[in-house]
């Protein structure tokens, strides 16, 4: 049985052997219907071969639109059409005088054609067939003796009749096969093109390809990213990103690799850039890597925390008990009458550290008892209302302290609630801490945004505060640093490990007309499109 493949191929082949008959069918109507037909002897041979020739080329426009109309399986169309031309041509060529006339030609094309489309049965079928004609038609002629030259022709004929039968089918079964192996090859190159292509838009190193006018030819979707999103009729490496358009003429002039990095104004991203050459082209072009390195970071950050955290899970464990045995003793002096004022301001100094103490103890601990994270989904606009609204009442702010800017419409985002919860409020707390001037209350916002084609959602946590300096940004998110004289310097690593834990990259953002602004990037569920209003 034919495969799908198979067919494929008879019916691209029948496009030719159509175009075959549409040349040999006039030529043959042209023939019986000239002067030549006219010496023919007996007469009844003139009207057999007009009629043949006619319906051949009836047949052969039949065929034709069988073909253009799909309605007949492309095997079997060749098939009946292979039989009605061996039939047809062969009477033609009996009226014509036989083998003498040079038309057993045709017959032993047609057979070679049923030899590369048709199974090798059905092309012996035929092979046969035109060898017990071919016989016929010579006892006809010579009343009934089949010798001498016209019994040799015969016979000659016969044999090579079966031998172009198998020498086609031979051919024809090797040309599918090479056939179906082109194109298997031919598919799996395109499969792994478009995989390359996916797997370069994907990844997580920036990718862009930079012809000899420093003219941005391509770039993947990272590259985008860390060059802050250009616009596309902008192509121009000098005029997108400054830095690395220098480092590129450093590159060309002396062939030196700098592996120092480079920060993006449009980002403030630190890159690596690596340039190569790119042989082979019309133009030549270059290809440049942009490695970003708090991915690099990252990851030896999380090595190093990770065994930071085990030891200061056991510290803490150790100090635990201590500490609440000297808080209890201070708290007990501190309930004596007899106690001077100055020895009480003492106490009160030793609870306020012991206090702190506990704290930090307390936060490393919830570190190091972090459970796997359960994600859900979960209405951002309804949770973050809740929130907001808890915060506020702990610390008694007023709406004119705590702002919400979020959408009308439902979000939803895949998150674990309660450690987004507790890192939420790990920020907020960070805000009321550090932006507050003049024991003045800082206004914070709460900001709900949908970015980056509606596919994630940005959770900001902005105050008006100083903001943070250019020279301690890369390091806010390390343990135990922090710039207030009474913080633990735990609050937004432990923000950040919970971030993480649910895939949600927690980053901190430059505005120019706010303070500080910590952004959550969250997972989205639904393909809602809210409208922003205030509340």
């Known amino acids: 049985m034919a495969t799908a493949a198979d067919e494929k191929l008879v019916r691209r082949a029948l496009h030719y052997l159509n175009g075959f008959r549409l040349v040999v069918a006039p030529a043959l109507v042209?023939?019986?219907?000239?002067?030549?037909?006219?010496?023919?002897?007996?007469?009844?041979?003139?009207?057999?071969?007009?009629?043949?020739?006619?319906?051949?080329?009836?047949?052969?426009?039949v065929f034709l639109s069988l073909h253009l109309r799909h309605r007949i399986r492309p095997s079997e169309l060749a098939s009946f059409s292979l039989a009605t031309d061996l039939l047809l041509v062969g009477i033609i060529l009996h009226c014509f005088g036989g083998l003498e006339s040079g038309l057993a030609v045709l017959l032993l094309f047609s057979i070679g054609i049923a030899g590369l489309l048709l199974p090798i049965r059905t092309t012996l079928l035929f092979a046969a067939l035109v060898t017990i004609g071919l016989i016929i038609d010579t006892l006809l002629a010579t009343g009934g003796e089949f010798a001498g030259t016209p019994g040799v022709q015969a016979a000659l004929y016969g044999i090579a009749t079966f031998v172009i039968a198998l020498a086609s089918a031979l051919l024809g079964n090797w040309g599918r096969k090479y056939q179906l192996l082109a194109e298997r090859r031919g598919n799996d190159l395109a499969n792994l093109e478009r995989v390359n292509e996916l797997i370069i838009h994907r990844m997580r190193s920036g990718v862009m390809v930079v012809d000899e006018n420093d003219q941005i030819r391509q770039m993947n979707e990272s590259a985008q990213y860390l060059l802050g999103n250009p616009p596309m009729r902008e192509r121009s490496l000098k005029a997108v990103a400054p830095a690395i358009h220098q480092r590129l003429q450093k590159w060309r002039e002396s062939g030196e690799i700098v592996d120092e990095g480079l920060l993006l104004q449009a980002t403030q991203v630190a890159v690596v850039p690596r340039m190569?050459?790119?042989?082979?082209?019309?133009?030549?072009?270059?290809?440049?890597?942009?490695?970003?390195?708090s991915v690099v970071s990252r990851r030896a950050r999380d090595l190093a925390q990770e065994s930071l955290a085990r030891l200061s899970a056991s510290i803490a464990h150790e100090i635990r008990n201590p500490l609440g045995a000297l808080s209890h003793a201070a708290q007990l002096l501190k309930e004596s009458e007899a106690l001077p004022e100055m020895d009480r301001k003492l106490v009160r100094m030793i609870l306020d550290h012991s206090a702190r103490m506990n704290d930090i103890v307390e936060s490393v601990l919830k570190l190091s008892r972090r459970e796997r994270a359960r994600i859900e989904s979960v209405n951002l606009v309804t949770w973050t209302r809740n929130v907001a609204r808890e915060f506020a009442e702990y610390h008694e702010l007023a709406e004119s302290n705590l702002r919400?800017?979020?959408?009308?419409?439902?979000?939803?985002?895949?998150?674990?609630?309660?450690?987004?919860?507790?890192?939420?409020?790990?920020?907020?707390?960070?805000?009321?801490?550090?932006?507050?001037?003049?024991?003045?209350?800082?206004v914070i916002t709460v900001r709900v945004s949908p970015i980056r084609g509606q596919r994630e959602v940005a959770l900001d946590i902005i105050d008006d505060g100083p903001g943070i300096p250019l020279d301690k940004r890369s390091q806010v998110f390390e343990p135990f640093f922090t710039t207030h004289n009474q913080g633990s310097g735990l609050g937004l690593y432990l923000a950040r490990q919970l971030c993480d834990a649910n895939q949600a990259p927690l980053e901190y953002v430059q505005i120019p007309t706010a303070g500080a602004c910590f952004r959550i990037l969250l997972r989205r569920s639904d393909v809602s499109k809210p409208k922003i209003d205030n509340a």
Request: charged residues 15%; negative net charge; glycine residues 4%.
């Open 30 to 61: 042209v023939v019986v219907f000239s002067p030549l037909i006219e010496t023919l002897p007996p007469g009844y041979k003139t009207f057999l071969a007009q009629a043949s020739a006619l319906t051949y080329a009836g047949a052969a426009l």
């Open 404 to 442: 919400l800017e979020i959408p009308s419409a439902s979000i939803i985002v895949l998150i674990d609630p309660g450690q987004l919860y507790q890192a939420v409020w790990n920020l907020l707390e960070n805000s009321i801490k550090h932006a507050r001037t003049n024991k003045q209350l800082p």
């Open 276 to 293: 190569m050459d790119m042989p082979g082209l019309n133009r030549p072009a270059t290809l440049i890597f942009l490695e970003d390195t």
